[in-house]
Each structure stands twice: as C-alpha cells, then as structure tokens.
C-alpha cells in the first residue's frame, strides 16, 4: 500500500492552526511528498494542475486572488477546491480570501495557517514529507553508527549479531535497532533506518533476555535515526570457500533500489568481530574520501616491480 501521513500529525509537526474548524482531519491523509503552490489555479489555469499535493498559498497569491473580480474568483476557488486537494495551508498568517470557508465546508476541505515565511515552510515541508512517505522495507539486523557511518550488521539468527553490537555499544558507539530495521529510502542516494517504535533501544542477547540499553548505558550510547551505509554480512567459516583477502573489488547489497557496500565477513574462535566492524567503517570512510589502502598497495608493489626492472 502507498505510505500516507494523517493531516493530523502534519499539524502537530508544523504547528499550524485549523482555519476551518466544520471541516474534520482526522480522517484525511497525505500522500504525495511534493507540495503546490496554486497561482496558476487562481489565475484559472487547470492543465496539469497536482491536485494530490499539500497546496501552499503565500503573499504573491494571495495578493492577486484579493484582485480577482469576486465571481471570477469564486468559480476558481470552487475549481481547486472540487479537485479533492488534501488540504491548503496559509503562510504568514495569512486571513481566509473571501469564498475560501465556503467551498473548503462545501467540499470539506481543510484550511491551516501558519506563521512561517512561505519559502521556509516549504523547504520544511517537502523535507519532512518525504521521509514520511518514503519507500520503507524491513529487514532483520542490528543498526549501528559506527564513526558517523550506517552500519548494518546482517546474519542467520544466533550467528553473534547483538553480541557484537553490544560490544560496539560499549565501545562508544551509537546504538539504532535490533532485530527490525526500518528502512527509507528518502533520495537516490540515501537510506536511512530506524527502529519500530514498540521495540526502540532493546537489545536481545540469548541466555540473558532483554536489555534496555538507553537505560543502561546512557542515552548518548543510541539514537533515533541513521542513515544506512555498509552491510556487513556475518556467516560461519566455510574452509570451502575464498573469502575477499585484498579489498579491489566491491560487493554490493541492493535496498530499495539503492545499492549498498557489503562484507562478509567469516566467523570463527578468536576473530573479535567488533574490531572488524569498525576497521571496515573506517576503511569504508577513506574511501568515500578518496584514498584506498588496497589500491595503494598494488600500486607500491607495481612500482617496485617497475624500479627492479630499470635496475
């Protein structure tokens, strides 16, 4: 089903205030991300109007719907109004235009105010929306920040996830979610992952049980969000299989469409495996800031190759 945002919620976020109190929002919701501004509308123009986005009004329109010849105004109103738009809201406090209350009780359409600048509040609102209407998935894992980088921890139950993690944690780093990870896809580029809210800073370690670890360990040892941006894949040793010794070439795990690095990493008797989740998060740092260790060792082993042969 498509992601949606009750009206209500919008207006506890932003703070706007119901200029039409007839008209009920708990029952209305939102689902497009981008917003409208309705000059256009006003002025009578309706091709390819976006009749499914937050309408934002500021001074420009409103200032020349005061203009229109009452009439013309009117029928225009009753036009958008009569598209089903989820809702308008007045920036910078602005009054209702006359005709406004009438078609937003005709077609039971709300109509908020608020005291922002118009282009603040749109910047807000569209930031805001499309996280809340982002594509979202859930997978089973432990979210950590890790250094300032997303790491998600993946694995078959019982192969040492939330051991890990919790080492991690008292390591001082910054705990996200165990077992179910939300994650949304707020752009191209970007995830970002979170914990269900009846689960948020629990830890389950087996033969203990639950842990909180906000509780436990402060709450500068978790926070809400973080943006996801390694997988590391914790599996048992095969001595069947090879396992990546040199870092050249890149695998990658693809969430909603956005692809991720991705190690896996072996496990056996003696690996400390918190280490090895912040060496990777660090290396992971160097290369998104250009430099790779593996590279630069094939490249001074080349040059050496290169300098005895000129010898």
Not at 287 to 295: H, T
């Amino acid at each position: 089903m498509p992601q949606s945002v009750n009206l209500e919620i919008l207006a506890k976020e932003f703070d706007l205030n119901l200029l039409t109190p007839n008209v009920t929002i708990a029952d209305k919701f939102l689902s497009h991300p981008e917003i409208n501004r309705p000059a256009l509308q006003f002025a009578g123009f309706f091709e390819y109007f976006d009749s499914d986005r937050l309408q934002i009004v500021g001074t420009v329109e409103y200032a020349y719907l005061q203009r229109l010849e009452s009439d013309q105004r009117q029928v225009n109103l009753r036009k958008i109004f009569a598209s089903h738009i989820p809702c308008m809201v007045m920036c910078r406090n602005l009054p209702l235009a006359p005709g406004m209350d009438i078609c937003a009780n005709d077609f039971d359409i709300p109509i908020f105010s608020t005291s922002e600048d118009t282009t603040d509040f749109m910047g807000e609102a569209v930031r805001w929306l499309r996280t809340q209407l982002a594509p979202s998935t859930q997978l089973h894992g432990v979210l950590l920040d890790v250094y300032g980088v997303g790491v998600l921890i993946m694995g078959d139950s019982g192969v040492g996830k939330s051991e890990t993690a919790l080492e991690m944690i008292k390591r001082g780093h910054r705990f996200v979610a165990d077992d179910a990870v939300v994650i949304k896809r707020v752009s191209q580029e970007t995830l970002v992952g979170s914990c269900p809210p009846n689960i948020q800073y629990f830890l389950e370690l087996r033969g203990i049980g639950i842990i909180d670890v906000q509780r436990m360990y402060g709450v500068e040892s978790v926070r809400a969000t973080q943006s996801v941006d390694l997988v590391i894949k914790l599996e048992m040793w095969d001595d069947r299989q090879e396992y990546d010794r040199i870092g050249l070439t890149y695998d990658y795990m693809e969430i909603l469409g956005n692809r991720i690095t991705c190690h896996s990493v072996p496990i056996r008797p003696g690996r400390n495996l918190a280490i090895i989740c912040e060496a990777a998060a660090l290396n992971h740092r160097q290369r998104k800031m250009g430099y790779n260790a593996a590279g630069a060792l094939t490249e001074r082993i080349m040059g050496g190759i290169e300098d005895g042969k000129s010898e």
